[in-house]
Protein backbone atom coordinates (compact mmCIF):
# COMPACT_ATOMS: atom_id res chain seq x y z
CA UNK A 1 0.00 0.00 0.00
CA UNK A 2 1.51 3.65 -1.13
CA UNK A 3 2.43 5.51 2.11
CA UNK A 4 -0.23 8.58 2.84
CA UNK A 5 0.56 11.81 2.02
CA UNK A 6 -0.63 15.13 3.10
CA UNK A 7 -2.09 18.14 0.52
CA UNK A 8 -1.34 21.50 1.80
CA UNK A 9 -4.63 24.22 1.83
CA UNK A 10 -1.42 26.91 0.70
CA UNK A 11 -1.25 24.96 -2.67
CA UNK A 12 -5.09 25.26 -3.33
CA UNK A 13 -6.75 27.38 -1.64
CA UNK A 14 -6.88 31.38 -1.47
CA UNK A 15 -6.68 32.40 1.74
CA UNK A 16 -8.85 35.44 1.17
CA UNK A 17 -11.02 33.22 -0.18
CA UNK A 18 -10.66 30.29 2.23
CA UNK A 19 -12.35 27.86 -0.24
CA UNK A 20 -11.59 25.47 -3.14
CA UNK A 21 -14.21 24.20 -5.70
CA UNK A 22 -13.76 20.89 -7.57
CA UNK A 23 -16.29 18.88 -9.69
CA UNK A 24 -14.71 15.21 -9.43
CA UNK A 25 -15.60 12.90 -12.37
CA UNK A 26 -14.25 9.86 -11.49
CA UNK A 27 -12.18 8.29 -8.28
CA UNK A 28 -9.31 7.79 -9.94
CA UNK A 29 -8.13 10.90 -10.18
CA UNK A 30 -8.12 11.05 -6.90
CA UNK A 31 -5.18 11.87 -4.66
CA UNK A 32 -4.50 8.12 -3.44
CA UNK A 33 -4.16 7.82 0.08
CA UNK A 34 -3.93 10.89 1.71
CA UNK A 35 -4.79 13.78 4.81
CA UNK A 36 -4.50 17.52 4.70
CA UNK A 37 -4.22 20.31 6.67
CA UNK A 38 -7.84 21.78 5.85
CA UNK A 39 -10.91 20.73 5.79
CA UNK A 40 -13.44 19.27 2.72
CA UNK A 41 -16.42 18.24 2.01
CA UNK A 42 -18.05 16.48 -0.70
CA UNK A 43 -21.70 15.64 -2.72
CA UNK A 44 -21.75 12.82 -4.26
CA UNK A 45 -24.20 13.44 -7.56
CA UNK A 46 -23.46 10.20 -9.51
CA UNK A 47 -22.14 7.16 -9.18
CA UNK A 48 -20.84 4.77 -6.58
CA UNK A 49 -17.71 4.02 -4.90
CA UNK A 50 -15.88 2.87 -1.39
CA UNK A 51 -14.71 5.60 1.28
CA UNK A 52 -11.79 4.14 2.82
CA UNK A 53 -11.39 6.26 5.77
CA UNK A 54 -9.41 6.05 9.32
CA UNK A 55 -9.10 1.78 8.17
CA UNK A 56 -12.90 1.35 8.08
CA UNK A 57 -15.61 2.02 5.03
CA UNK A 58 -18.30 4.24 3.83
CA UNK A 59 -20.39 3.36 0.99
CA UNK A 60 -20.75 6.33 -1.18
CA UNK A 61 -23.78 6.47 -3.23
CA UNK A 62 -25.64 9.46 -4.91
CA UNK A 63 -26.67 11.98 -2.08
CA UNK A 64 -23.86 10.94 -0.08
CA UNK A 65 -22.42 13.81 2.08
CA UNK A 66 -19.03 13.59 4.00
CA UNK A 67 -16.99 16.02 6.10
CA UNK A 68 -13.45 15.13 6.24
CA UNK A 69 -11.80 16.67 9.39
CA UNK A 70 -7.73 17.61 9.33
CA UNK A 71 -5.59 14.36 9.31
CA UNK A 72 -8.28 11.81 8.24
CA UNK A 73 -6.67 9.50 6.01
CA UNK A 74 -8.70 8.48 3.13
CA UNK A 75 -8.42 7.53 0.17
CA UNK A 76 -11.85 6.21 -2.76
CA UNK A 77 -11.94 2.86 -4.50
CA UNK A 78 -14.44 1.95 -7.31
CA UNK A 79 -17.03 -0.38 -7.18
CA UNK A 80 -17.01 -1.89 -10.47
CA UNK A 81 -20.15 -0.52 -11.58
CA UNK A 82 -20.64 3.29 -12.17
CA UNK A 83 -17.77 6.14 -12.14
CA UNK A 84 -18.31 8.62 -9.14
CA UNK A 85 -18.91 12.20 -9.68
CA UNK A 86 -18.82 14.22 -6.81
CA UNK A 87 -18.62 17.84 -5.83
CA UNK A 88 -15.78 18.64 -3.36
CA UNK A 89 -15.66 21.78 -1.57
CA UNK A 90 -12.14 22.19 0.03
CA UNK A 91 -12.18 25.18 2.81
CA UNK A 92 -9.50 26.47 5.51
CA UNK A 93 -9.19 25.80 9.34
CA UNK A 94 -10.07 29.41 9.93
CA UNK A 95 -13.40 29.10 7.52
CA UNK A 96 -14.28 25.81 10.40
CA UNK A 97 -13.71 27.48 13.58
CA UNK A 98 -15.17 31.48 12.73
CA UNK A 99 -18.56 28.59 12.15
CA UNK A 100 -17.46 26.85 15.40
CA UNK A 101 -17.15 30.07 16.91
CA UNK A 102 -20.33 31.61 15.75
CA UNK A 103 -22.31 28.84 16.50
CA UNK A 104 -20.50 28.76 20.33
CA UNK A 105 -23.35 27.89 23.35
CA UNK A 106 -26.01 26.30 20.03
CA UNK A 107 -24.75 23.63 18.79
CA UNK A 108 -21.66 21.45 19.64
CA UNK A 109 -18.90 20.30 17.76
CA UNK A 110 -16.70 18.37 19.81
CA UNK A 111 -18.87 15.44 18.74
CA UNK A 112 -18.20 15.82 14.98
CA UNK A 113 -14.60 16.39 15.99
CA UNK A 114 -13.50 14.01 18.37
CA UNK A 115 -15.64 10.88 16.10
CA UNK A 116 -13.87 8.33 14.65
CA UNK A 117 -15.52 8.28 11.52
CA UNK A 118 -16.14 12.01 9.67
CA UNK A 119 -19.83 12.18 9.53
CA UNK A 120 -21.46 11.06 6.17
CA UNK A 121 -25.13 11.25 5.78
CA UNK A 122 -27.35 10.30 2.47
CA UNK A 123 -29.92 13.10 1.05
CA UNK A 124 -32.56 12.67 -1.03
CA UNK A 125 -35.12 14.87 -3.13
CA UNK A 126 -35.20 18.41 -2.60
CA UNK A 127 -32.26 18.34 -0.15
CA UNK A 128 -29.70 16.70 -2.34
CA UNK A 129 -31.38 18.61 -5.71
CA UNK A 130 -31.00 22.29 -2.94
CA UNK A 131 -27.59 21.53 -1.35
CA UNK A 132 -26.27 20.69 -5.11
CA UNK A 133 -27.82 24.22 -6.12
CA UNK A 134 -25.73 26.13 -3.32
CA UNK A 135 -22.49 24.92 -4.01
CA UNK A 136 -22.90 25.33 -8.13
CA UNK A 137 -23.75 29.02 -6.94
CA UNK A 138 -20.83 29.31 -4.55
CA UNK A 139 -18.96 28.17 -7.74
CA UNK A 140 -20.24 30.88 -10.24
CA UNK A 141 -18.96 33.79 -8.20
CA UNK A 142 -16.07 35.46 -9.64
CA UNK A 143 -12.72 34.81 -7.95
CA UNK A 144 -12.27 38.21 -8.43
CA UNK A 145 -15.11 39.26 -6.12
CA UNK A 146 -13.03 37.58 -3.08
CA UNK A 147 -14.80 38.95 -0.17
CA UNK A 148 -18.26 38.12 -1.37
CA UNK A 149 -16.92 34.32 -2.69
CA UNK A 150 -15.64 34.36 1.51
CA UNK A 151 -18.59 35.78 2.86
CA UNK A 152 -20.94 33.08 0.83
CA UNK A 153 -18.54 30.45 1.90
CA UNK A 154 -19.24 30.92 5.41
CA UNK A 155 -22.77 31.12 5.22
CA UNK A 156 -23.00 27.89 2.96
CA UNK A 157 -20.89 26.13 6.39
CA UNK A 158 -22.99 27.46 9.01
CA UNK A 159 -26.08 26.01 7.00
CA UNK A 160 -23.91 22.41 6.52
CA UNK A 161 -23.24 22.69 9.87
CA UNK A 162 -27.07 23.09 11.37
CA UNK A 163 -28.94 21.73 9.16
CA UNK A 164 -26.86 18.15 8.19
CA UNK A 165 -23.77 18.26 10.05
CA UNK A 166 -23.91 18.70 13.29
CA UNK A 167 -27.49 18.26 14.59
CA UNK A 168 -29.05 19.53 17.90
CA UNK A 169 -27.43 17.90 20.81
CA UNK A 170 -29.41 15.11 23.04
CA UNK A 171 -28.04 15.01 26.33
CA UNK A 172 -26.40 11.41 26.44
CA UNK A 173 -26.03 8.96 28.95
CA UNK A 174 -22.39 7.29 29.33
CA UNK A 175 -24.37 4.05 28.85
CA UNK A 176 -26.62 4.73 26.05
CA UNK A 177 -26.20 3.66 22.56
CA UNK A 178 -24.10 5.82 20.03
CA UNK A 179 -27.26 5.06 17.62
CA UNK A 180 -29.66 5.72 20.19
CA UNK A 181 -28.46 9.66 20.88
CA UNK A 182 -27.95 9.77 16.88
CA UNK A 183 -31.22 8.84 16.22
CA UNK A 184 -32.67 10.88 18.82
CA UNK A 185 -30.77 14.18 17.72
CA UNK A 186 -31.72 13.43 14.23
CA UNK A 187 -35.74 13.32 14.69
CA UNK A 188 -35.31 16.91 15.74
CA UNK A 189 -35.42 18.10 12.38
CA UNK A 190 -39.14 19.15 11.81
CA UNK A 191 -39.81 16.89 8.24
CA UNK A 192 -39.09 13.89 10.73
CA UNK A 193 -40.79 15.40 14.15
CA UNK A 194 -44.40 16.38 12.48
CA UNK A 195 -44.00 12.29 10.59
CA UNK A 196 -43.46 11.19 14.06
CA UNK A 197 -42.96 7.77 14.93
CA UNK A 198 -43.18 6.19 11.51
CA UNK A 199 -39.82 8.22 10.48
CA UNK A 200 -38.58 7.20 14.10
CA UNK A 201 -38.77 3.61 12.56
CA UNK A 202 -37.21 4.17 9.35
CA UNK A 203 -34.46 6.39 10.51
CA UNK A 204 -33.65 3.50 13.08
CA UNK A 205 -33.56 0.54 10.87
CA UNK A 206 -34.86 -1.47 13.87
CA UNK A 207 -37.74 -3.23 14.77
CA UNK A 208 -40.66 -1.61 16.64
CA UNK A 209 -40.19 -3.63 19.70
CA UNK A 210 -36.61 -3.36 19.68
CA UNK A 211 -36.98 0.56 19.59
CA UNK A 212 -39.47 0.29 21.97
CA UNK A 213 -36.95 -1.68 24.69
CA UNK A 214 -33.88 0.77 23.90
CA UNK A 215 -35.92 3.60 24.93
CA UNK A 216 -37.16 2.57 27.95
CA UNK A 217 -33.77 1.02 28.85
CA UNK A 218 -31.37 4.47 28.08
CA UNK A 219 -33.95 6.73 27.65
CA UNK A 220 -36.58 5.89 30.38
CA UNK A 221 -39.69 6.70 27.89
CA UNK A 222 -41.62 5.03 24.99
CA UNK A 223 -40.48 6.27 21.50
CA UNK A 224 -44.13 7.73 21.31
CA UNK A 225 -43.70 9.94 24.28
CA UNK A 226 -40.20 10.77 22.97
CA UNK A 227 -41.90 11.75 19.82
CA UNK A 228 -44.74 13.60 21.77
CA UNK A 229 -41.93 15.89 23.54
CA UNK A 230 -40.53 16.79 20.24
CA UNK A 231 -43.50 18.39 18.68
CA UNK A 232 -44.80 19.94 22.12
CA UNK A 233 -41.36 21.60 21.84
CA UNK A 234 -42.50 22.62 18.36
CA UNK A 235 -45.62 23.59 19.32
CA UNK A 236 -44.52 26.16 21.23
CA UNK A 237 -41.74 27.66 19.38
CA UNK A 238 -44.64 28.40 16.83
CA UNK A 239 -46.82 29.81 19.92
CA UNK A 240 -44.20 32.28 20.89
CA UNK A 241 -42.33 33.37 17.16
CA UNK A 242 -46.00 33.50 15.42
CA UNK A 243 -49.25 34.25 15.08
CA UNK A 244 -50.79 30.77 12.96
CA UNK A 245 -53.76 29.76 15.51
CA UNK A 246 -53.50 27.09 17.74
CA UNK A 247 -55.41 24.72 15.24
CA UNK A 248 -53.19 25.29 12.39
CA UNK A 249 -49.84 24.81 15.14
CA UNK A 250 -51.51 21.53 16.06
CA UNK A 251 -51.80 20.50 12.99
CA UNK A 252 -48.10 21.61 11.56
CA UNK A 253 -47.24 19.66 14.57
CA UNK A 254 -48.21 16.43 14.14
CA UNK A 255 -51.05 16.74 16.03
CA UNK A 256 -54.56 15.34 15.19
CA UNK A 257 -56.69 15.73 18.03
CA UNK A 258 -57.11 19.42 19.84
CA UNK A 259 -58.20 17.24 23.05
CA UNK A 260 -55.26 15.25 22.76
CA UNK A 261 -52.78 17.91 21.88
CA UNK A 262 -54.44 20.60 24.90
CA UNK A 263 -53.95 17.62 27.67
CA UNK A 264 -50.00 16.85 26.46
CA UNK A 265 -49.28 20.28 26.26
CA UNK A 266 -51.27 20.87 29.84
CA UNK A 267 -49.17 18.54 31.20
CA UNK A 268 -46.13 19.66 29.49
CA UNK A 269 -46.03 23.57 30.59
CA UNK A 270 -48.31 23.49 33.15
CA UNK A 271 -50.86 25.42 31.58
CA UNK A 272 -52.91 26.11 28.30
CA UNK A 273 -51.41 26.97 24.62
CA UNK A 274 -53.74 29.71 24.79
CA UNK A 275 -52.63 31.04 28.44
CA UNK A 276 -48.94 30.07 27.50
CA UNK A 277 -48.45 32.34 24.35
CA UNK A 278 -50.75 35.26 26.71
CA UNK A 279 -47.80 34.42 29.14
CA UNK A 280 -45.04 34.69 26.70
CA UNK A 281 -46.59 37.99 25.43
CA UNK A 282 -46.65 40.02 28.71
CA UNK A 283 -42.75 38.70 28.99
CA UNK A 284 -41.96 39.96 25.31
CA UNK A 285 -43.71 42.97 26.12
CA UNK A 286 -41.89 43.94 28.85
CA UNK A 287 -37.75 43.60 26.70
Known amino acids: MNACRTICAAKIIDP ?23 YELFLVVGGSARHLVNGQVQNLTAGSLVMIRPADVHYYQGTGAEHLNFINLAFTRQAAESCFNYLDGCLSHETLLQAPLPP ?34 RA ?45 LALSGKSHEHLCREFRRHAGM ?24 VLDILLDSGFENISHFNHCFRRRFGCSPRAFRQKKDFFQDKI
Open 222 to 245: TPTAFVCGLRLEYAANLLVNSNWS
Open 156 to 200: LLAELFTRYLMPWPVKEQSCRPRWLTQLMAEMNRREHLTVGLPAL
Open 120 to 153: HICLTGPDLQNLTCRLQNWNTIPLTAKPAKRAEL
Open 16 to 38: EIEGHYAFITSWRTTAGIHNHDF
